[in-house]
């Protein structure tokens, strides 16, 4: 046993003094000198939002933001999770239509549904956006907002991306889960502005992300309050209530959170209007992209491709002061 | 200089784990025995709230809530400040028609707005929630976002109330400050679920109750984003989008919050569905609604108001489990 004590007889009080220093919080954080961002390679856009968050977090800095301001959003298909062959909840429509088929005869001779059943995804989505509504419509209405998140959730848990055989939800990128968590542990609010359905994504938000349902902006159907069963249920009816994708990005924005973001995260000109928004504040604000250019770890598309297509992200944002972000160059893992 | 070494004598060492002792953060938290709600006389109310509190708060407890859930959900008019002679929107938007009527001519043959230009409210409001909706679009849309806020917080800097003459600001309950600030010690994340506007809450409900934009959930008027004067911004247009009372309330939560509250209070018929659809959850759930009884300090009325009636809830609440809050006797004080 050792006990901390000055050689000489200076005594008690000496050694309560170096206990203080020893067990002051001060002491603690700033031992916190490890690096918070190991899965991206040290190069100009680590050390840009390093220094933002340094910054932006550092009283009388003439960056400092006060925390109650620092509200960071993060597009999610193509910028947290992967987005290819086809956005995940488009394949989770598709199995629930076939899951669903039994009960709708009518499907085999209605399009995009027929399409669906024969395997044929590609013609499925030939109605574009139209095609999708319908669909999302007829598998994400009718039900109550609990048995559409039972759904979800058990499908996560059992299907698997077509061509890396791995649950949906380990097609996460890990530089951006210690990005969300880098943010946090400086107090910047983290939320989730997808074109994708909320209800849909607040099933694994918060367990994969660690983004609480209430901090989760999407595309919704509109919905109703009534009895069910005997008990009051929320009702998914087939409506559109709100589609948050390009210029409804900042309108979502508007409605959820109620202020402008200092940090916006996209990968595809569907989020242009999200990231030209956030740094049309007043300064300090970060804008970044996540560029696909990895095609041996990930995928490669940008200009041409049916998915997330980025073309405006890339012919303007370096010009607008915002971050490119090369899945290749910048990220030493990308999956966890 | 100090070097550190093992000595016989036992003093330092107990010196050490005294100031271990006194410097340990359980020590700190465990010296917080003062009352936190100190304008709530002490009775079954007052100890329902706190036993609620301490229960779900402590690990190991049958009825212990992990902090991710603890959400808790307040109605604003009525229940955390006043409601009376007329919600306090409807008195800007009667202001904000007589400083706006030099531009609009043709208000003065046309109602609602004439009658509010004589100074006769009573008749403007007689046209039930369609008159108000017209009179709310023509005051807060076709302007951006952050012109409708800064219009608001002129109004509130600067109007007072007809009858007590105090700024509207000043009208918020002290007992439910306390109950907010009590929550959010206890890591409760607390929400305003409000019939009025989600942009007028908005630009007070930080400052005053300590709840950011982000965490109100009201009514709101569709928003479009576009450039204005050179750059980009959220204008409110005069179409409703969403109208948060009654069956609208569990609505509005399940769109914002996205998952069902523990606790919820309001004052009237208005949030009998949020109180209900709260209740209806797993135990265990707090609903309560403050009763206005106190004629003296504030004002009496229930079952026959034109505003925040409430019948249902004195009739069927008791039954339910809900806690009815009397002002006059569960209340120390009702304004700061």
């Known amino acids: 046993m050792y006990s901390f004590a000055p050689e000489k007889s200076t005594g008690p009080l000496l050694a309560l003094l170096l206990a203080v220093l020893i067990l002051s919080p001060a002491t603690f954080s700033h031992a916190q000198t490890e690096d918070p961002l190991p899965a991206w390679n040290d190069g100009s856009n680590k050390r840009a939002i390093i220094d933002f968050v340094t910054t932006t977090t550092t009283e009388g800095h003439g960056n400092f933001i006060p925390p109650t301001k620092r509200i960071a959003v993060f597009d999610n298909d193509g910028t947290l999770w992967s987005e290819q062959p086809l956005y995940f909840q488009a394949l989770y429509i598709f199995d629930r239509i076939r899951e669903l088929a039994p009960d709708h005869p009518e499907w085999q001779q209605t399009e995009p549904f027929a399409s669906v059943l024969k395997g044929d995804h590609e013609s499925a989505l030939s109605g574009g956006t139209q095609a999708l509504l319908k669909m999302a419509m007829a598998t994400h209405a009718g039900v109550t907002a609990a048995e559409f998140s039972e759904s979800v959730a058990d499908w996560l848990a059992t299907a ?20 969300l968590d880098y943010l ?5 609010k983290t939320f989730i ?20 349902p209430e901090q989760v902006v999407g595309s919704s159907l509109k919905a109703k309050y009534e009895e069910r069963n005997g008990t009051p249920a929320i009702i ?12 409804g990005k900042p309108v979502g924005i ?3 959170i109620g202020r402008r973001p200092v940090i916006a995260v996209g990968n595809s000109d569907g989020d242009f209007e999200m990231l030209e928004w956030t740094a049309a504040g007043e300064a300090p604000r970060l804008s970044m992209l996540v560029h696909h250019d990895d095609q041996d770890r990930e995928w490669s598309y940008d200009r041409e491709s049916h998915i997330g297509r980025l073309v405006r992200g890339l012919d303007e944002g370096p010009g607008r002061g915002w971050k490119i972000i090369s899945m290749k160059e910048d990220w030493k893992r990308i999956f966890p």
């Open 160 to 179: 698997r991306h077509p061509d890396t055989g791995a649950p949906y939800t380990a097609m996460v990128f890990q530089p951006m889960l210690e990005l």
């Open 184 to 188: 946090r542990a400086n107090d910047y």
């Open 236 to 247: 998914k009816i087939a409506e559109v209530d709100f589609i948050d994708d390009k210029a």
């Open 254 to 256: 508007h409605y959820h």
């Open 193 to 212: 502005v997808s074109g994708g359905g909320i209800d849909f994504l607040r099933v694994f938000a918060e367990e994969v992300y660690g983004i609480p």
